[in-house]
Every structure is written in C-alpha cells, then in structure tokens.
C-alpha cells in the first residue's frame, strides 16, 4: 500500500520508485515520474506567485493534456483546491460554477479564454492564471512541505443531480488517496498497466483513473474522446491494458470496427455510472476475450461504493457487487434499520470514502449526509454517512443488486416501477441498440405512462417491439409509446441526461401524440 498522507507525496513516491518510467503520454510525447515532479515543482511556484494559496480555489477548463495532471499536483502540493470542469460546459453552466466556489485563479487555454473573456463575469478577487515560463522549479526538500494534507479539501467536483444547478462535492486528500489506493488493489493494478483515459477528470471517475495508475506506477495515455474508432486505434498503438467507460461510451465502442488482435492488450476493463445492459455486457465480452470485466456502482458523494468480481459476472450478471475495500455499505429503511435479505431498502455509504458535503450549501449537505444511523445516538459527533438515493437489495450471500433511483422510480396506475428494469428487458429484445430510457409521462387523468425513448443504428419496428414488449412484461410496466430518436441526450460525463429527457417529453401525450 502506497505509504503517503498527501497527494502530492504520492506523485513524489512515484518519482523515486520509478524516476525514469513513462507516468504521461499524450499529443506531444512522454513524460516520465522524475519528469513530472520537476514541471509540478515549476508550476507550484507560478501558482504561489500569483497568489494561490491554502484553501485557495483554482478552476481549470484544459484539455485533457499534460498542463491539465501539472496544474493538480502543483494545487494539491500547496494545500489549494482544485476545480477541474468540463470543456464542454456552456457560458451558463460556467458562470454558475464560478460564482458558487468564488476560485482565486482560472487556468484555461489560450483559445478558450478568448471565447469567454469577454462574456464571463469574475467575482470580485478572482483572476486569470498567467504561467511565467520563466519560473524556476522548486526542489524536492522545498516541496516537503506538502505533507499532513490528508483532512484538506482538495478539489470540488460539480454534479448535476437530478434536480436544480450543478452542486459541488468536495473531496478530501484523503478521499482521493484511498479511492486510489482501493482501486488498485481490487483491480490488481500493475507497474506495466498503460491506462486509456476517456473520461473526463470533473468525473471521479475520471480522476480516479490517473490516481490508481500512479498508486502502482503505471502509464497513464490521456486523450479527449471524440470517436469510437479513434480509441480503437489508441488502444492498438499504446498496447493499452487498461479501458474504463460508461454504457452510453461501451455503446459505442462495441459497435466500432475492432480488427484482429487490436484488443489483444486489454487486460481489463471497467464500467461505472450506469448499469450495464446484458447484450452490451455479452457483446464486450466477445470483443475483448482475454481482458476480464469489472462492473462497478459509486456516486460522486462517496466516490466508490462496489465492484462484481469478475469471477462472479456468469452467475450474477446484472449484480452491482460488494462494497469495494474503505467502504461499508448498507441497505437501510427510511428509519436507519437495516433491511432483511432482499427487502428493497436506500444503499447508504459509511467510511472514510464519505466526502464532507456539497460546497457552499449546508442545507442540501444535510439532507444527503446524515450522522451515522448505525452508531449509538449517544455517541457524540457521529461521522457522516451519504444517503445514495438509490434502491438496492442484497442477496443471502451479501451481493447486492441495483433497482432504481428513487426519485427516479416511475409510478403509474399508483404502482411505483424501476426504468431499469425496463430498459433491461428491451436491450434483451431488441439488437442494435444504442441507448434506452423509460420516463413517466402525465397523462390527461392525472395518471402516468411510460413513454419508451431508444436510439439505434437501424430503423426499428416499434410496433413489433411493442408486441414483443407485451409479452414479456406486466401490464402495469408495458410502455405507452414507443419512440425512436437519433440519439439520446447526455451529461457532461456521458451518462444519459434523464433529466432533459421528462422535461422535453412531460407533455407527449396530452398533445395528442
């Protein structure tokens, strides 16, 4: 186990372990650990010079490059706080970011602050980050300093949810250290790996998957995902071993062309937030025989909470697992009990993946992070447990199983119904499927339906998936309507945007469709 309290002691056990190891590789070439170290040295001092310090914000909008991973060490090592946002957020959503964390700094590339100099309104004390490349980089017993950073926040992860603005997570040191560390251990992460990174770093994710690598001395490939088939000729010119995504992602992917022995590297790979339809799941093993598949549940609010071991995927294909090491999850009644062998009750996260709330908004923090129920209530200070949200059950052998968000469960005819197991049915029947989702829809009567959305690569036969629909499922679950659309709307992180989903289509059948 990595033997560090500070994230920036990690990136300087990497570098004396292995100082001449590939640690980078993007665009324009490789950076070893020892090489990193001297650029998060150089960067630290410009990053203080401009005024960054302690508890200090630094809002990133890069490209998933190198100045991106440098500009993390160097605001960790100074006890600062990261804010990496996603490059494809409009003026708005930007604007709401900045004003809610009120950062000291904003790093962004050349191109893109032109776009939104002019347009972007900065709070008063908030200021453009100018690198001087003239700085000199700092020296290893300079940057000792860093250490006992573990109870620091150390960078605030915006979430959409499922209602209003984009929230804030706010992760520790020690969140992020032990996500990397229980990572790496369950996948059995090695010095040899080449990790593809896909997902974004505003995605945990995301940021994850560099932190694991490094946690083992591992080479991290950054990309910024534009096509499928661009990753197939990234994972064959790497020889990557390592490939994360989410369904919608996965989707893709195990329609592009894979030509013989271009994924022979894999070694493993993983899916997380969203569950993983069985065709999708068959179809990647097909693709990828040798590499062995880890399907993951976590929430931004406590980072990770399980894994499937692969070895039990043949027998429980659509269980979300146990909980992953330095969590305890549970499955708990509205009263804080816990629930019996398969009784649907709320996944509640406890341990020291806990982040400490949502930035700025102590309100919302206390509906989700609630005093541990499973402690004595006399016990004073009670660390906080996240409240997911979602429904689980766990099977008689502790493997639990994913049945929907809650306040996305779908009620019609006063019967209350999971859009998964919905969708999962339909990814069952119908081929050549991209994406699917289910969403009540008002009817006239005050009532609901479900109004089923899909996209394909081919034109479908609604009227007899329909038909097939109907026999496969109760009455009270069978779709409305049947809707084909070219593509399915997503979040920033590519999940499939729900949300955006109801709102366009809440008046579809009192219109008459």
């Known amino acids: 186990m990595v033997q560090t309290d500070s994230l920036h ?53 890069l490209p998933k490059q ?54 972007l309104l900065l709070p008063t004390g908030t200021a453009w980050f100018e690198p001087d490349t003239a700085g000199n980089p700092l020296t290893n017993q300079q940057l000792q300093d860093s250490s006992g950073c573990s109870s620091l926040p150390a960078a605030i992860l915006y979430t959409s949810g499922s209602t209003g603005l984009a929230k804030g997570v706010v992760v520790t040191q ?37 932190l694991s690598a490094w946690a083992v001395g591992a080479t991290v490939v950054l990309t910024d995902y534009l096509l499928a088939q661009d990753v197939v000729r990234l994972v064959r010119q790497h020889q990557v071993t390592v490939l994360a995504a989410v369904p919608p992602l996965w989707s893709a992917l195990a329609q592009a062309k894979w030509p013989d022995n271009s994924a022979d590297s894999l070694r493993l790979w993983t899916n997380s937030g969203g569950a993983m339809p069985t065709v999708l799941l068959n179809r990647l093993q097909q693709l990828f025989r040798q590499a062995r598949p880890y399907l993951m549940y976590g929430l ?55 982040s400490l709330g949502y930035w700025g908004r102590p309100d919302v923090t206390a509906e989700r992070f609630k005093p541990d129920p499973l402690l004595p209530s006399e016990v004073l200070q009670r660390p906080a447990a996240v409240w997911s949200g979602d429904q689980v059950r766990r099977d008689a052998e502790g493997d639990l199983f994913y049945i929907g968000r809650l306040d996305e469960m779908l009620k019609c005819s006063g019967i209350r119904i999971s859009p998964t197991e919905i969708e999962q049915q339909f990814y069952a029947l119908v081929q050549n499927v991209t994406d699917a989702a289910a969403i009540a829809v008002p009817l006239a009567n005050a009532d609901n339906a479900v109004l089923l959305l899909f996209s394909s690569m081919v034109v479908q036969d609604c009227t007899a998936i329909m038909a097939a629909l109907k026999q496969a499922l109760p009455v009270y ?21 729900r949300k955006q989903l109801s709102l366009t289509y809440k008046e579809y059948f009192s219109a008459g469709e």
């Open 300 to 354: 931004t609010e406590a980072f990770r909470s399980t894994y499937l071991a692969p070895e039990k995927l043949a027998s429980k294909p659509d269980s979300i697992g146990q909980a992953i090491p330095f969590a305890d999850v549970r499955v708990l009644r509205p009263d804080g009990s816990e629930c019996d062998v398969d009784e649907p009750g709320e996944l509640v996260h406890r341990g020291p993946l806990v």
């Open 174 to 210: 020690l969140n992020l250290l032990l996500g990397a560390m229980s990572v790496s251990q369950y996948l059995q992460l090695q010095q040899q790996d080449v990790v593809l990174a896909l997902l974004p770093f505003s995605f945990d994710y995301g940021l994850n998957q560099l």
């Open 9 to 61: 002691g990690l990136l300087m056990l990497a570098a004396k372990r292995w100082p001449d190891h590939p640690a980078l590789e993007d665009l324009t070439g490789s950076l070893s650990f020892a090489q990193v170290l001297a650029e998060v040295g150089q960067r630290r001092q410009q990053l203080a010079k401009a005024g960054l310090a302690a508890g200090d914000r630094l809002l990133l909008l």
């Open 66 to 119: 190198r100045e991106l991973v440098i500009d993390l060490f160097a605001t960790w090592s100074l006890g600062a706080i990261a804010v990496p946002v996603h490059q494809g957020l409009k003026l708005q959503q930007l604007q709401h970011i900045v004003d809610d964390c009120q950062p000291k700094l904003l790093s962004m590339s050349p191109v893109r602050r032109q776009q939104l100099a002019s347009d």
């Open 477 to 497: 679950m069978q779709p409305k309507a049947i809707l084909q659309l070219e593509q399915l709307p997503k979040t920033v992180n590519g999940k499939l945007d």
